[in-house]
């Protein structure tokens, strides 16, 4: 890992007084590339917080462009850039942030024929895509590269937010939780039932904070642990994924 110079010193220097991260912690942020699937609302809460913590990577795929109706939720955008590049904008959005980020566009939609090649090479993948289908096909690829996922959704006033590492022993993935009846339904994307804006911040932070945990080794692990908020009650609550023997994806049978 390269060491800080006398810009990044005084960038990450809320950071590096930290006991829980420290100059090593910010070293690790540096040295790790992060995939986020999607430049969504989820994306807008959770990209420039990991811009910011000096994250060395980011790769943004989505093949979408930015319609009026997104900037409800997606502050990555503004009012004059309607019909332009989401991944390729919020790249831009991320460097002016901080310059020391490499941001890479993808303009692309990810699927099952080009999920792996995507996500290889990365240290974690931040799903905030805005449906069953394509959270499982990405779920899908990052089980079997072994590549740890955050998988984030936003609908309505609920949120869920959920770290999964299904290769290892006794771990759920994605797939366990939800199971294989969504993979060709879009039955949840926001667009019909709504979502709250600021909502969708939160769950998006919410999405950069178990990924910065993760890549410094802040606190408990929390593998396989959905974290469920409520906006109306403005409750959390955390609850446990088992781990599906039979799941087609991590299971025993699945090897
Ligand atoms: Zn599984």
Same mark, same amino acid.
């Given at each position: 890992?390269?060491?800080?110079?006398?810009?990044?010193?005084?960038?990450?220097?809320?950071?590096?007084?930290?006991?829980?991260?420290?100059?090593?912690?910010?070293?690790?942020?540096?040295?790790?590339?992060?995939?986020?699937?999607?430049?969504?609302?989820?994306?807008?809460?959770?990209?420039?917080?990991?811009?910011?913590?000096?994250?060395?990577?980011?790769?943004?795929?989505?093949?979408?462009?930015?319609?009026?109706?997104?900037?409800?939720?997606?502050?990555?955008?503004?009012?004059?850039?309607?019909?332009?590049?989401?991944?390729?904008?919020?790249?831009?959005?991320?460097?002016?942030?901080?310059?020391?980020?490499?941001?890479?566009?993808?303009?692309?939609?990810?699927?099952?024929? /080009?999920?792996?090649? +995507? *996500? &290889?090479?990365?240290?974690? !993948?931040?799903? $905030?895509? #805005?449906?069953?289908? %394509?959270?499982?096909?990405?779920?899908?690829?990052?089980?079997?590269?072994?590549?740890?996922?955050?998988?984030?959704?936003?609908?309505?006033?609920?949120?869920?937010?959920?770290?999964?590492?299904?290769?290892?022993?006794?771990?759920?993935?994605?797939?366990?939780?939800?199971?294989?009846?969504?993979?060709?339904?879009?039955?949840?994307?926001?667009?019909?039932?709504?979502?709250?804006?600021?909502?969708?911040?939160?769950?998006? /932070?919410?999405?950069? +904070? *178990? &990924?910065?945990?993760?890549? !410094?080794?802040? $606190?408990? #692990?929390?593998?396989? %642990?959905?974290?469920?908020?409520?906006?109306?009650?403005?409750?959390?609550?955390?609850?446990?994924?088992?781990?599906?023997?039979?799941?087609?994806?991590?299971?025993?049978?699945?090897?």
């Amino acid at each position: 890992m390269s060491h800080l110079n006398d810009d990044e010193l005084e960038r990450y220097a809320r950071h590096i007084v930290l006991p829980q991260v420290g100059g090593l912690g910010q070293r690790r942020l540096k040295a790790a590339s992060i995939l986020v699937v999607g430049a969504g609302g989820v994306a807008s809460g959770a990209l420039p917080a990991l811009a910011g913590a000096g994250i060395g990577r980011l790769t943004i795929v989505d093949d979408d462009t930015v319609g009026r109706s997104n900037l409800q939720r997606q502050w990555l955008f503004r009012d004059d850039q309607l019909g332009q590049s989401k991944a390729r904008l919020a790249a831009i959005f991320l460097e002016g942030i901080n310059p020391a980020v490499n941001a890479s566009p993808i303009v692309a939609r990810i699927d099952a024929s /080009n999920a792996e090649d +995507l *996500l &290889a090479g990365h240290d974690l !993948v931040l799903d $905030g895509s #805005d449906n069953f289908a %394509t959270r499982l096909i990405v779920s899908d690829a990052a089980t079997a590269l072994k590549i740890p996922l955050i998988s984030a959704a936003a609908a309505q006033l609920q949120g869920q937010i959920g770290l999964f590492r299904g290769w290892e022993d006794g771990q759920p993935c994605y797939r366990c939780f939800v199971g294989d009846a969504f993979d060709a339904d879009d039955c949840d994307t926001c667009a019909e039932l709504g979502v709250l804006g600021a909502l969708t911040g939160t769950v998006g /932070n919410f999405a950069a +904070l *178990l &990924a910065i945990r993760a890549i !410094v080794g802040i $606190g408990p #692990d929390g593998g396989g %642990t959905l974290h469920l908020f409520d906006g109306l009650t403005l409750t959390w609550r955390q609850i446990r994924i088992a781990a599906d023997p039979a799941c087609k994806a991590c299971g025993a049978t699945s090897s």
